[in-house]
């Protein structure tokens, strides 16, 4: 989807892309220095989170999107009084009733 300009050969992935970036000699000297420290190059120093941001970003946005159906779903259920369920409410009286015990 989202490597539609790169290509495959012998499971290897041949990089025919590039971005170029202006920044200061400042920035560039301070990622070359830290790229240095972790034993990598500057590219995959500086691609590696920023895919992974890309990554996360892209998996919140696809589960973030909702139909107008499934957004009145959950207005309809933030609307709603809270109930609890019988489960929930058994044990909420028998750490009640233990409460009261111990104290006792």
């Known amino acids: 989807m ?7 050969r012998k499971g290897s992935t041949v990089k025919s892309e590039r971005i170029n970036i202006r920044l200061s000699e400042e920035a560039r000297d301070m990622l070359r220095h830290a790229a240095d420290l972790q034993q990598q190059d500057l590219t995959s120093f500086i691609l590696g989170p920023a895919l992974d941001n890309a990554r ?3 998996l919140q946005d696809a ?3 909702l139909s107008p159906v499934e ?15 019988k489960p929930l409410a ?6 009640r009733e233990s409460q009261a015990l111990e104290s006792v």
């Open 71 to 85: 957004v009145n779903q959950i207005e309809r259920a933030l609307e709603a009084p809270a109930v609890a369920s």
């Open 63 to 65: 589960l973030l999107k």
């Open 2 to 8: 989202y490597a539609r300009h790169v290509s495959h």
């Open 56 to 58: 996360a970003i892209l």
């Open 90 to 95: 058994d044990l909420i009286r028998q750490v």
